[in-house]
């Protein structure tokens, strides 16, 4: 269902086509990169977390980790994930699938800098065995992203 709600929501840009669909899971950055046949590092994982009592959404590279520092930094306030029941209640779709595409109303989405050395990336579309492979500005595009930050770390 929320795979199905991605592609609606991509059909704006003429993208929804593009969205592909696996027999075996991506659940996972290893599993996408698998399944998709590319480097872990160009899965555009999206983290949820709840900053001043608001949910909000990080899309990161998948080699990168968060960074606790540069997130108080930039969010002031420690990097609190959200539980996977409150990921699908308050983002609209499951953890394994989650993205920054047709979520929930009020959820702010962060693009983090480790996605910009690729010129494309692999972000899930809302499933656990989905995702979709767009260049850095199609990303920008479709995401309704606020803006570029600086939260992770191990992955230059």
């Not at 990168?64 to 209640?89: G, V, Y």
Request: proline share 3%; charged share 25%; hydrophobic share 40%.
């Amino acid at each position: 269902m929320s795979t199905e709600k991605v592609r609606n929501y991509l059909k704006e840009w003429n993208l929804d086509h593009r969205v592909r669909e696996f027999e075996s899971s991506s659940a996972t950055v290893l599993l996408a990169a698998q399944a998709l046949k590319c480097e872990p590092e160009r899965i555009a994982k999206t983290l949820a977390f709840m900053v001043d009592g608001d949910p909000i959404l990080v899309v990161v590279a998948g080699d990168a980790r968060i960074d606790n520092k540069k997130f108080k930094l930039c969010f002031s306030s420690k990097p609190k994930m959200l539980s996977h029941e409150q990921t699908e209640s308050f983002v609209g779709h499951k953890v394994g699938g989650v993205c920054p595409f047709a979520v929930n109303e009020n959820i702010r989405i962060f693009l983090d800098k480790s996605l910009k050395r690729f010129e494309s990336v692999f972000p899930a579309c809302g499933s656990s065995n989905s995702a979709i492979e767009l260049s850095i500005l199609e990303l920008e595009n479709t995401s309704n992203y606020i803006e570029w930050i600086d939260v992770a770390k191990d992955w230059s």
